[in-house]
């Protein structure tokens, strides 16, 4: 997040870093200057005019109240406030405007919705979209730090010959885990009665919230594959209206956050390996159904904790800030 | 193969080994009898009752007619005759039948389509499917020894910071090579002119011929993740018939090959890692879809190179030599 707002170089008069009283006390450099990170308490907040939290759904439920009381508007990388009908759920290149609506809380979507939404919101402003059917292939990173650890841990157990253990993926808080590495872990986060993953259906929800639009039929399969950085998506959409192929390919081209990799003829198409780090979301193998009138598959990869989170967020503050002249 | 042969105890009275000139000379020990390696000539078919063949196309269309010529029942695990007319394209759990139509060749599918046939024909009979959307996440021992090794090494190399580097995936024979470690690559095999891989058209015309009905609409994307062995894939169907979801799992815990791997609440679902070195087919997250009338997920699971191809190949030569008592 810090890095974020200083690659963006984001306007802030100062900076003021809140953490859990357990990591309270640490000193972080920032641009050369020493700022120590404080205890995340109520009064912490005073004098905030953008707190962005990104410390899970109870501390976003128990504090971000509190930060609105003192003024801040609270930009929520947790889902604790998603699906709250007065709280706007903003991908900037699709729907901004919501950023003015707020009531003190905006929301940052789920990961692997953002990124497909970004790709997909062109398509649906001039053709329609009738259903999505999406498999993701989601990076270790997007369960934390420990997740990253874990998958470097267990891979390097498997290449010298030990038998590798889990005690994170796929989900820390449940009782089973198993091995990323050398493995694909068709669970994110918990299961719901219909049989769907929580992260499925936030793909549902989320995306029907931002496009104001729950007729769109989703089915999703969110799935963990061992990688570091990186969320990709193959996505297959049909469309209300019929589409030309190379129409669908320069629009996409010239859309807004989004980057056109698709010349299968020279092997250029998006890969996580290459999109991390990196700001955009790419997108490649742009292609006709051979069957399905109005059929289109792409594959979809952005950084997930850039434009996935941190980026998404900072953008919806930038967008306050140049708008509002807040600070 | 040879493992195959022995863990399923194939009636062999004896076994010949043939390779290229440059392999040819080495020898294999198969149950503590030395055997050696001899040169695949047209002569070395002689007196062999059924040749496994799995050396690449070239050698298959070089070859298999020569060991027809001379009385041999070829078992081909190559795509060279697979889309022949008069080839059968065997899932023995599905069209067994089809191996006494034989005219001296009888093809193996693809890896991918096979374990796709094993969960999908149970359905395919019962409710009828009209459509199928597949996303798969395929093992680099598709792609042969070299690749693995490659997997082995890129890993190892990020792991200790170094940079990757690849000279095989994803397709030997080309130009680009990306490395699969901590990466997803949705290019298997070459790309044909309407934008899909060769992969990805095996999977649909492939599952066109063995099920002999080219109405299902097959929507296909080919990736490769980095796993050993195992694929998995990510598919929808829609039935023809309306079903119920408790009579779906109960239909797919009772086919032959399959096991129904699906218990949420105790985070019970296939998994590559699990599955390598196992003979049957996988598959659980069976859901119905939240939308479409019709609609249902599954996760299905394999090992690649068992199943989806020396097994399958030994399942084949195992029906023949019952039915027509050769041996």
Redesign the interface.
Known sequence: MIDTLLRREFPFASLKLLASARSAGTVIDVRGESIPVLEATPEAFEGVDIALFSAGGDVSLRLAPEAVKRGALVIDNTSAYRMAPEVPLVVPEVNAHEIFNHHGIIANPNCSTIQMMVALYPIYQVYGIR?I?V?T?QAASGAGQRAIEEL?QT??AI?TGESPTASVL?VSK???H??LA??????IDV?EA???TKEEMKM?NETHKILADSRI???P?A?R????YGH?E?V?VETEKPFVLEDVKNLLANSPGLILQDD????I?????QAAGEFPVFV?????????EN?L?L?VVADNILKGAALNAVQIAEIWVRQEGVL
């Open positions: 259903r059917v498999s292939y470097k891979a390097a290449l796929p449940l009782e089973k198993y091995p050398f493995n694909v872990l068709p669970q299961f219909n049989g769907y549902v039929q989703v089915t399969t799935v594959v061992p990688v570091v990709s193959a297959y299968p003829a020279n092997q198409y998006p890969q996580p390996l490649g193998r742009v292609r006709k159904d051979l069957f399905v059929g598959s594959w």
